[in-house]
């Protein structure tokens, strides 16, 4: 009887090694994770960084598509554009711009 109990064992720990393994090898082959973070500057305000399988993309920390220097005035705004632009990536598979039309059809404080 122990002996079914620790042939169990040993095999649900080798059948979770495999998982672990196979799960890691797929991760890792083709699949591309994309995110975004919201950063904070006190002398320009609001942007983000978007990464992809933790390798940072962009690095915005300027509304894009308007004149100046000038960051988003809250958080949600800078995490509304980087929401779009991720989107835009899944579509496109390409790096998307960012236009005037974008950012008041989101409602972006300029």
């Keep these: 009887m122990q002996t079914i109990k620790k042939n169990w064992i040993y095999f649900l720990f080798a059948f979770a090694v495999v998982l672990f393994a196979v799960s890691r090898f797929i991760n890792h082959r083709g699949m591309v994770y994309i995110n975004y973070k919201t950063i904070h500057s006190d002398s320009l305000g609001w942007g983000y960084d978007i990464y992809s399988n933790k390798k940072i993309l962009v690095h915005q920390i ?15 705004q800078a995490a509304t554009i980087a929401k779009l632009i991720i989107a835009k990536m899944s579509v496109s598979k390409a790096f998307p711009s960012v236009t005037v039309h974008d950012l008041d059809s989101c409602g972006i404080t300029r």
């Design 62 to 76: 300027f509304i894009p598509a308007i004149e100046g220097k000038k960051g988003f005035v809250s958080e949600e």
